[in-house]
């Protein structure tokens, strides 16, 4: 396994405010880097935002802001929303910083060397929703298929890349790489466009100023793709720290949603071989949340604001209730009444109530010291091992919603083993005290485990419940190799607190 772990999110538009979308995005992403880290490896964490669309220019015209001034605004909100759903992240990057350009420009001059840039006239269909032109037989009634709003025809002089000459290269690529596109869904869909045949794509504009210079003809800037997708680059430092990028180059996994499929797919990896640079390893494609069951818009007001969810119910609250609800990979949906559920039956009743319950016996029955213990393993800790083992393959797959249903099997275990030992008889009888010490024990270490495994979901919660058990985080975060050591919790003083996580009251 490698000891580098390279993960980067798209990076955001910012000619709106962030929604729950960006934050499921955000939170999946750290989830992931969070886990990695639990293996002991190196992690680069990489966001930021796209600033230079003809859609943030619009924005800010409206907005009566100079677009730059705008830009700083809305990219501070997509910083705020990073912190308060606890991104760890590693670097945020604006395609507006002058690294970012000089990154953009090289990466132009690779191409059009090698010949794979040339001028032309263009005449089409452009979404400026999602930065694309369209060919007349993908559009629904004159409508962008992806945002389904009015296109606008769009007649310039543009510099082109070379798309179509990739085709045979990308197909082979996607041959010796199975997984290269992830779920296999997505991957599909590439196939199915690359049988189709590609088509050469715009890199420039000669209508805006706003933007990166192409660096032999300044009267045009780049063009949304060369521009944006180059953001993974300069990020982990290509031109400026050159062991930064040789540590972390190739990325290890590109998070996108699947509205940008194609757009890092098929294009980023035939731009990276047009410029001789290393492709990334794998593009990890995730669905839309829709809210009232539509695609979120702002046309329709259907907009979920992360901020007010993470006022009320706290960032690990949410950050459960997201990757549990909406298996990675595929559209989910999001309702306010399924948050509530969620929170008071898995966080309330089964986590909560379990930790409290346990805490409160060891403090009563053995005056807060989990015991040490004699005996044979009984079931309660066969499946506690056993969780550890499925959970780690699930994670690896980034089935996060299957690693927390697994987790919370042996939540429901702990739960029916305490009812079933009975720790308030066993204390009762002086003849039983080695069985309610083994007892004690065994959920001591379920709970131990459990908080292991949730840190990438609760960081919150996983480092309160450790430092409760007096299994203090050694280090960055909770390592899966700490769940080596059998009867850590033994000898150790808990401490009763107030509940994990409050019922909540609609």
């Given amino acids: 396994m490698s000891k580098t772990f390279y993960l980067t999110t798209a990076i955001s538009y910012v000619n709106a405010r962030p929604h729950i979308g960006h934050a499921y ?281 992360p901020y007010s969810l993470l006022d009320v119910y706290g960032r690990d609250p949410l950050r459960y209730f997201l990757l549990r609800e909406i298996a990675f990979g595929q559209d989910g949906n999001y309702s306010e009444d399924a948050l509530i559920t969620r929170y008071n039956a898995d966080l309330a009743n089964d986590l909560g109530n379990l930790f409290s319950r346990v805490l409160s016996m060891i403090k009563k029955y053995r005056d807060s010291v989990v015991p040490h213990a004699a005996g044979t393993d009984d079931a309660l800790r066969q499946k506690t091992r056993q969780t550890v083992e499925t959970y780690t393959t699930q994670m690896d797959r980034y089935a996060m919603h299957l690693a927390l249903v697994t987790i919370w099997e042996l939540i429901s275990l702990a739960n029916r083993y305490v009812d079933e030992q009975a720790p308030w008889a066993l204390a009762k009888d002086e003849a039983k005290a080695d069985r309610l010490d083994r007892v004690l024990l065994n959920l001591a270490e379920a709970l131990r485990t459990i908080a292991v495994l949730i840190y990438p979901i609760m960081p919150d919660k996983s480092e309160d419940m450790l430092a409760r058990l007096a299994c203090p985080i050694l280090g960055e975060c909770p390592f899966l190799t700490d769940l080596d050591h059998a009867d850590a919790t033994a000898g150790k003083t808990v401490t009763p607190g107030s509940p994990l996580f409050p019922r909540i009251e609609k």
């Fill in 25 to 305: 995005e955000f939170i999946a992403s750290d989830a992931i880097a969070r886990y990695r880290r639990m293996q002991g490896m190196k992690v680069f964490f990489l966001s930021g935002v796209d600033e230079h669309s003809a859609q943030v220019e619009r924005a800010a015209k409206e907005a009566g802001l100079p677009t730059l001034e705008f830009c700083d605004r809305m990219a501070a909100l997509f910083r705020d929303l990073h912190e308060k759903v606890g991104s760890g992240l590693n670097g945020f990057i604006r395609t507006s910083e002058p690294r970012h350009h000089d990154v953009t420009q090289e990466m132009l001059r690779r191409s059009y060397q090698k010949g794979d840039i040339y001028q032309s006239a263009y005449k089409g269909w452009y979404c400026y929703s999602c930065e694309n032109y369209y060919q007349e037989k993908e559009l629904n009634n004159g409508n962008c298929p992806v945002h389904n709003r009015p296109t606008e025809w769009i007649e310039e002089d543009n510099y082109f890349f070379k798309l179509s000459s990739y085709s045979d290269a990308l197909k082979r690529h996607y041959a010796e790489n199975s997984e290269f596109v992830y779920p296999e869904t997505y991957k599909n869909e590439m196939l199915a466009l690359l049988d189709q045949g590609l088509q050469d794509i715009s890199v420039s504009r000669a209508t805006t100023k706003w933007g990166v210079p192409i660096p032999w003809d300044e009267t045009h800037v780049a063009y949304v793709w060369f521009d944006a997708l180059s953001n993974y680059l300069t990020g982990v430092g290509f031109l400026k720290e050159d062991e930064l990028f040789h540590t972390f180059w190739p990325a290890n996994v590109h998070v996108i949603g699947k509205d940008i499929n194609r757009f890092h797919s098929v294009f980023w990896p035939a731009m990276l071989m047009s410029t001789d640079i290393p492709l990334p390893r794998q593009i990890l494609v995730h669905g839309f949340i829709y809210h009232k069951g539509e695609k979120m818009s702002k046309t329709i007001g259907n907009v979920v604001d």
